[in-house]
């Protein structure tokens, strides 16, 4: 089982973010996963410049790492997203991540894959930032297992962390389990599928102007 880890923090997995993390991915090894983790501070994506050339052809033009990393995370079986609380939000490196995967979401290609979200804060509002993690999930056509976030209470500590490190691992078994098991979580899905069915809608006004997407629709 192949899970793939993408670590949004500037601080790579020397942070709060990459500490909880580790015991997500604990959890998923000791359930058998072979994990594969990508740091988006050390492999930088650049913004998305909106030229349109994935719709149409169905690769990114921009020149860095994107395809690379679009690639790993399709042959994946699962993925976990990661990243700590910046100003009610994720950090500018995993949205730069997400927003060049808009042809991936556009085309909700992760359907049947599964995710798990992870994140740290400052001081609370760890909520916010994980429903959020989980529309760009089930936008891209994959459920959510659950999530975990928590304050940090120091450089790699957070309070409570024995129960809370206990329930991060549980969180990477439950992504394992669900892959295997072929998990559903009908609660998701009036979001999923409503979202699915808009672009689906958009691509077939949009017509022959994106080429690519146009062909993957009408295949399905």
Known sequence: MKILAINGSPRGMNGTTG?????????????????????????????????????????????????????????ADAFILATPNYLLSITAQLKAFLDRCNGLIHLTALEGKYAA??????????EDVLEYMQKIVNAMGAQSVGSIGSPGAGHRVFPDQDALFQKARTLGKELCDSVREKRHFPEQDEWRLGFKARMEQLIGYVGEVWPYEQQIVAKR
């Open 117 to 126: 979200l992870v994140e740290t804060s400052g001081g609370g509002g760890d």
């Open 19 to 75: 500490r909880l993390l580790e015991e997500v991915m604990a959890g998923a090894v000791q359930a058998g996963a072979d994990i594969e983790i990508v740091t988006l501070a050390q492999t930088p994506v650049k913004p998305c410049v909106a030229c349109d050339v994935c719709h149409k052809v169905g690769t990114c033009p921009v020149k860095d790492e994107f395809e690379e990393i679009k690639q790993k995370l399709v042959a």
